[in-house]
């Protein structure tokens, strides 16, 4: 059993930044796969924000290249998103996804909202 705690969320105008970060409960190396998605409201599933693959390069949604950066702290057991330049397109619902022994665990989410 994973469990995964994501923070960071809140409200920021447009051009501002947020960093997202998803705290796991196990050791990063036993991780197969690490993403965040994200869902905006009577969007299901979850739409792809960034991904990173154990000893892999990140992936970007096209909608996020250049502003969003995926990376994970080994020390801290943690999956980062770091959201620059963000647009009133970016608001919804966070979701860190990790694949650990091929099961999909998921957190709670963070919302993030952009507004001025």
């Known amino acids: 059993q994973v469990q995964l705690v994501e923070s960071g969320g809140g409200l920021v105008q447009p051009g501002g930044s947020l960093r997202l970060s998803c705290t796991v409960s196990?050791?990063?190396?036993?991780?197969?796969?690490m993403g965040w998605f994200r869902r905006t409201p009577g969007k299901s599933p979850g739409v792809l924000a960034a991904?990173?693959?154990?000893?892999?390069?990140?992936n970007y949604a096209d909608s996020v290249k250049g502003r969003f950066t995926i990376s994970t702290d080994d020390s801290e057991n943690t999956i980062d998103l770091q959201m620059s330049n963000l647009k009133p397109g970016d608001a919804a619902v966070y979701y860190c996804?990790?694949?650990?022994?091929?099961?999909?665990?998921w957190g709670q989410g963070t919302q993030v909202t952009v507004s001025s």
């Open positions: 996804k990790v694949l650990y022994r091929r099961t999909d665990y």
């Open positions: 196990i050791h990063m190396f036993s991780l197969e796969y």
């Open positions: 991904s990173i693959f154990s000893g892999g390069q990140p």
